[in-house]
T-cell receptor, first 116, second 115 residues
Framework: DARVTQTPRHKVTEMGQEVTMRCQPI?????VFWYRQTMMQGLELLAY????????DSGMPKDRFSAEMPDATLATLKIQPSEPRDSAVYFC??????????????FGEGSRLTVL | QQQVKQSPQSLIVQKGGISIINCAYE??????FPWYQQFPGKGPALLIA?????SEKKEGRFTISFNKSAKQFSLHIMDSQPGDSATYFC??????????????FGTGTRLTIIP
């Protein structure tokens, strides 16, 4: 049963601390997306990768957020320093573009972050 | 800039009734329109999707109606069941130069089906 795996599922931290969220995309998928979900803003695209190369991170606050794919089985989203306004659920999703059948993203169960 | 507007924010429908959720988009370059379903504590999952070359797509009890001239599309759930209670997101995307899809989501509709 292929699925996107995210860790940690829950994280509570204090303002100013570094937070790293990890994602294991589905084997064989060549695109990886990071989304942030809040009640006020809904689902916001933070960054995405294709074949491990970053293609768009325009939705991400550059001064404190960074996203990387050290290898095909791992994507990371780092916040340093964290702030209370970063409290949200962060979703990783992966997919594989296949001509006109592109578009389905498979989401992980999310990492719920609370910054005190 | 909100590129995909979704309504209503919440919806209560009686079991067996029809649930209708509407979305409107602004960017005419969008060429793929999926609907995602999200249960509490889970990530969104693809429910059904449509491309602008057709006006309707049906899968079981779920139908997307698409109006290209009005830049609107809607999800209809026939014979709504309590198990359909979830949050529904419409989305839209366009292919960039590299053939990737960047999904822009609506704000979501919390659907509750009552007995």
């Amino acid at each position: 049963d292929a699925r996107v795996t995210q860790t940690p599922r829950h994280k509570v931290t204090e303002m100013g601390q570094e937070v790293t969220m990890r994602c294991q995309p589905i084997l064989g998928h060549n695109t990886v997306f990071w989304y942030r979900q809040t009640m006020m803003q809904g689902l916001e695209l933070l960054a995405y990768f294709r074949n491990r190369a970053p293609l768009d991170d325009s939705g991400m606050p550059k001064d404190r957020f960074s996203a990387e794919m050290p290898d095909a089985t791992l994507a990371t989203l780092k916040i340093q320093p964290s702030e209370p306004r970063d409290s949200a659920v962060y979703f990783c999703a992966s997919g594989f573009r296949r001509d006109r059948d592109a578009g389905e993203l498979f989401f992980g169960e999310g990492s719920r972050l609370t910054v005190l | 800039q909100q590129q995909v507007k979704q309504s209503p924010q919440s919806l209560i429908v009686q079991k067996g009734g029809i649930s209708i959720i509407n979305c409107a988009y602004e960017n005419t370059a969008f060429d793929y329109f999926p609907w995602y379903q999200q249960f509490p504590g889970k990530g969104p999952a693809l429910l059904i999707a449509i491309r602008p070359d057709v006006s309707e797509k049906k899968e079981g009890r779920f139908t997307i109606s698409f109006n290209k001239s009005a830049k609107q599309f809607s999800l209809h759930i026939m014979d709504s069941q309590p198990g359909d209670s979830a949050t529904y997101f419409c989305a839209a995307s366009m292919s960039d130069l590299f053939g990737n899809e960047k999904l822009t989501f609506g704000t979501g509709t919390r659907l509750t089906i009552i007995p």
